[in-house]
């Protein structure tokens, strides 16, 4: 299902905000409508050079306040099941989260504040798979104690941008 990308290094856990002008924040927006477009295309939309634009972008990307990927759709590709399991756990959760992380159905896992630990995005080609999913493996990992799942009817907002104040 692809790469993945594990962020718990505690000295990620809180970079040094980045200032952003108009232009950063114009450059997002439009790279997260189309992650594609040129350096030229996206020029004349900022006012300025495309190669002026090209080190505006790649700017972004070193501070990592910009990444730019591609993105599937788990439907599309034959994963029309698609659920969020909350994870209670005990001892380090950061051990838990990733060996729940090794499970190819987790597309994405964020660590919580509250009742559940851990917060998986899982897709399935069935309901009897998430049910497998779920019961053997992700109740099988040693350290969760128990997990509440949440089965989409369907995405109905999905962002990829967070616009900065500028």
Sequence with gaps: MGGTMNRHDPADASPAP????AVDVR???LLAQDGRASYAALAPKVELSAPAVRLRVQRLIDLGVLQVVGVSDPAALGFPVQAMVAITTQGDVRAVADKVATIENVIYQVLTTGEHD???EVVCRTSDELLTVVNDR???VPGVTSTRVWQYYGIHTHRFSVTAPT
């Design 138 to 140: 992700i109740r099988a």
């Design 118 to 120: 851990l917060l998986a």
């Design 18 to 21: 980045v200032t952003l002008d």
């Design 27 to 29: 450059l997002l927006d």
